[in-house]
């Protein structure tokens, strides 16, 4: 038998620096599914991922790695030109430490999502694209990302398992495509909720212009991604969660995998 339609929320985490911290990441692990926890290159340090890994270990959270580009003073946002067997070893370098932690804890790496500028770069350029994704199966687990046409296909010819993401806290464009942070209209909780249910029943997200636009998503289900550096990020991830919960309760899917079923 298949695998009824699930929905899970995932967050992006562990994204402080030594003293400096983002996000409320001890109260966002009581409401999301999984953390994609930063591995040091645009934001995180040693001890914040171990710190972060045991957090998730007692919420019992899955936990994803959440490479970016060597770039902790934009915070990983800001274009750079780098070559792709470089971008290959640095992903592999990234992944790499929090495997490491996360044998050490006991934890199992449960995919791997590229964080910012990384996930823009992937979509626009090819041979970036394959290079992750060569550094990514390595690790024999699934990518977050757009499910875009290219994406989709890449993935399937290296042999990696893509888990298709829907973004309600910033912009898509008229071509489906995600709108960078700075120029996205702030999300509020209200916000969430109803992007999340146009998108469960229609597959589609209205852009900053008010056009409605097709987002591909799997049949068997997609993650709702809630980025913790943005302002009201308990909020919207909360509402997000709520917002799951209504769509199951109204039956609009057959069946949510939510933190009782998909941990």
Known sequence: MAESRWIRINCDMGEGFGRWKMGPDEELMR?????????????????????TVRLAKKHN???GAHPGMPDLLGFGRRRMDIAPDDMYALVLYQVGALAGILKAEGVPLNHVKPHGELYFYIQRDAAIRDAVLRAVRTFDVPIYG????????ACQRIGLKLIPEFYPDIDYNEQGELVPVAESVPATPTLITERIRLFADTGKAKTKSGNLVDIPVSTQGFSICIHSDLPGALENATAARQAVYQIKNEGNLNALALRSSCK
């Open 31 to 51: 409401v999301v599914n999984a953390a994609n926890i930063a591995c040091g290159f645009h934001a995180g340090d040693p001890s914040t991922m171990v710190r």
């Open 61 to 63: 959270v899955r936990v």
């Open 146 to 153: 757009l499910p875009t046409e290219q994406m989709t296909e």
